[in-house]
T-cell receptor, first 117, second 111 residues
Framework: ETGVTQSPTHLIKTRGQQVTLRCSSQ?????VSWYQQALGQGPQFIFQ???????GRGNFPPRFSGLQFPNYSSELNVNALELDDSALYLC????????????????FGAGSRLTVL | GNSVTQMEGPVTLSEEAFLTINCTYT??????LFWYVQYPGEGLQLLLK?????DKGSNKGFEATYRKETTSFHLEKGSVQVSDSAVYFC??????????FGTGTRLKVLA
């Protein structure tokens, strides 16, 4: 089975720009979650998508938005980039279903490392 | 909400040494508990899990036991290898859709 793939792997943007990150979920998974991992920190939950709708959101401003497509792949968009947005952005798929549990664990991609100058 | 506190690193050990990384949690009910590992330049991989109290999760020589009395889920390995050098994260679900991760413990194993 194919795992979670993310693109691009690295990118550099300047403050105020916009960025789109992409994620293909693991085969058989219908739920996608995005996490932000700042340097030296654990991942922080941004939001979750299920059935092409945002299913839950963490403590991130509205300039962080996303999409999920019928094939369960997903995008994370960040507008008006700030220096503090520099981080590793991790996509994780899971399913079927949305609730985290021992039977519904997250499978992570390798991440997209964003640097904002 | 649920929370997790993880032992700070870095932890530096010689090959074949015994490893313990402490993790304690605060949770409503008895959620499943997880350890994830992140190798350099990669995303997180599930290392092991335990779904109920007194369960022991194990994988690749690593073990962790779900202790509700001490609200702990400490990660152990009897003999570490250089290839175990990575960052280890303790995690648990919080609410109906997200996980809470610890800050991570960096392990460096010297040959």
């Amino acid at each position: 089975e194919t795992g979670v793939t993310q693109s691009p792997t690295h990118l550099i943007k300047t403050r105020g720009q916009q960025v789109t990150l992409r994620c293909s979920s693991q085969s058989g998974h219908n739920t996608v979650s995005w996490y932000q991992q700042a340097l030296g920190q654990g991942p922080q939950f941004i939001f979750q998508y299920y059935r092409e709708e945002e299913n839950g959101r963490g403590n991130f401003p509205p300039r962080f938005s996303g999409l999920q497509f019928p094939n369960y792949s997903s995008e994370l968009n960040v507008n008006a980039l700030e220096l503090d947005d520099s981080a590793l952005y991790l996509c994780a798929s899971s399913g079927p279903g949305t609730a985290p549990s021992g039977a519904n664990v997250l499978t992570f991609g390798a991440g997209s490392r964003l640097t904002v100058l | 909400g649920n929370s997790v506190t993880q032992m700070e690193g870095p932890v530096t050990l010689s090959e074949e040494a015994f490893l313990t990384i402490n993790c304690t949690y605060t949770a409503t009910g008895y959620p499943s508990l997880f350890w994830y590992v992140q190798y350099p330049g990669e995303g997180l991989q599930l290392l092991l899990k335990a779904t109920k109290a007194d369960d022991k999760g194990s994988n690749k020589g690593f073990e962790a036991t779900y202790r509700k009395e001490t609200t702990s889920f400490h990660l152990e390995k009897g003999s570490v290898q250089v290839s175990d050098s990575a960052v280890y994260f303790c995690a648990l679900p919080s609410g109906t859709y997200k996980y809470i991760f610890g800050t991570g413990t960096r392990l460096k194993v010297l040959a």
